[in-house]
């Protein structure tokens, strides 16, 4: 399409863009699928998952609960090879930081200089609590960086003007699934208590093992309440995080087992906290959504308030508490003004933050921006932060982990295209595919942790 007939045609609403949504685990599917619709109205959306460790199987992204008009499982060269085949208008990267950068450089080898290429956009799932500059400085280059609230907009702008890096890009958002009935419930007594499990915090069998004895116990000791430990992937499963000390293998090494108001649960996030009435997390960005809700949350400090665990994000929201006050009936509030800090209201209506218009709907100035971008006949080069010149020794090696060269070109033996293959070689390549995950996953929730074990003794 020419230059001219591209703005013209993106000069009415947003509402029939061409979107790709590139993803690495169901989480960060669910963040970029919903991303997607914040910023146009029914986008024909197809959805890609980034072949890795965390893919998820077709059990998690049911239970996202976010479809798309197709969904595919790519590499990064492949990936490439689509975009520049097939046109979209925008593509958003539902990645970890090095593979974001990894796509950055690959749009920049296909278009080094202004051109007729999709808007990139980028963000974060949830709480930024480590590797903040790491993570952002990876992200750069991206038309698009989203920022969940005021206090990240801040943050992540100071992190790219204190590098000399251009910062316009970052914009305020929201979490796109920060949504749901407000919590309505009233009394003094929790009736279902939502313990939101995390992969990997804390990440010791030892911590894991104590908070969930401990939320068995707040079920004894309180037997009028339902407590619910809310998972997040099944034995054999990955997300955005490792978990090698799975819960449910866990509960299985509890005295008499769990009681019987006390029981493993797994799906949509959003439809538990539909029953929920007092949520409990070590750091989980569950807590944001069930604060949305105004429902009571508790942030964990039995393992103490520390940055490894994340939950020092949380100081002055008011939510911080022990398992011990818990079971004393405390029902935390969050703080007002560091929730609207967070970008959260405390307790919307049913349309929360994903309403269409006015000052309450945190996706207008991405929209806004987005719009601007879409009327450009021709866009920039992408420029990361990141090049040969100001990381020698750091980008070559994450460019190389998803078989791209320093310029950004794919590897020699790189696969772009499975086309020529038969139906047959693409099944067999597939089931090995299948068989090595497993292999991969059976080791690290294994044969990992023994081997640990054995180098105690």
């Not at 979107?19 to 690495?24: C, E, K, Q, S």
């Amino acid at each position: 399409m020419p230059a001219s007939n591209r703005a013209a045609s993106r000069s009415h609403p947003r509402t029939a863009l061409r979107v790709a949504v590139l993803a690495d685990s169901d989480t960060r599917w669910k963040w970029g699928a919903l991303t997607a619709r914040r910023l146009a109205t029914q986008p024909h959306l197809t959805g890609f998952l980034l072949r890795g460790r965390a893919t998820p199987t077709a059990r998690q992204l049911g239970e996202v609960g976010v479809r798309a008009d197709r969904l595919s499982e790519v590499t990064c060269a492949q990936f490439l090879a689509e975009i520049e085949r097939e046109k979209y208008d925008v593509v958003v990267l539902a990645l970890v930081g090095g593979a974001v950068q990894a796509v950055l450089h690959g749009v920049r080898a296909l278009w080094p200089e202004p051109a007729e290429r999709p808007v990139l956009v980028t963000g974060y799932v949830g709480v930024v609590y480590e590797k903040l500059a790491d993570g952002l400085l990876l992200r750069h280059g991206a038309d698009l960086v989203l920022a969940n609230s005021r206090y990240d907009a801040g943050r992540f702008r100071a992190v790219y003007e204190g590098v000399g890096a251009d910062a316009s890009a970052v914009t305020q958002t929201a979490l796109p699934f920060l949504d749901g009935a407000a919590y309505e419930k009233a009394g003094s007594r929790a009736h279902t208590v939502v313990f939101a499990v995390q992969p990997s915090v804390p990440e010791s069998r030892a911590d894991r093992a104590h908070l969930l004895e401990r939320a068995a116990r707040h079920a004894r000791l309180h037997p009028e309440r339902e407590v619910l430990i809310k998972l997040r992937s099944r034995p054999g499963e990955h997300t955005t995080h490792l978990e090698e000390q799975p819960y449910q293998r866990l509960a299985e090494r509890i005295p008499g087992g769990l009681p019987a108001n006390c029981r493993l649960v797994y799906g949509n996030m959003g439809e538990v906290l539909d029953g929920t009435d007092l949520l409990v997390t070590v750091s989980s960005t569950a807590a944001l959504e069930s604060l949305h809700r105004g429902i009571p949350t508790a942030v964990l400090t039995d393992l103490g308030i520390r940055e490894v665990l994340g939950n020092h994000h949380f100081l002055g929201s008011g939510c911080l508490a022990s398992w011990d006050q818990l079971d004393a009936g405390l029902l935390p509030q969050g703080d007002p003004q560091w929730l609207a800090d967070q970008g959260v209201t405390g307790a919307p209506g049913a349309s929360g933050a994903s309403g269409a218009s006015g000052a309450q709907d945190p996706f207008a100035a991405a929209r806004a921006r987005l719009g601007e971008l879409l009327d450009l006949p021709v866009l920039p080069a992408v420029a990361p932060y990141y090049t040969q010149v100001t990381a020698p020794g750091y980008l070559p090696g994450i460019l190389a982990r998803h078989h791209l060269a320093p310029d950004g070109t794919p590897l020699p033996g790189a696969v772009r295209e499975s086309r020529g293959e038969s139906r047959l070689r693409r099944r067999l390549r597939a089931h090995l595919r299948d068989a090595a995950r497993g292999a991969y996953r059976h080791g690290v929730q294994r044969v990992a942790p023994m081997i640990r074990r054995m180098g105690e003794l």
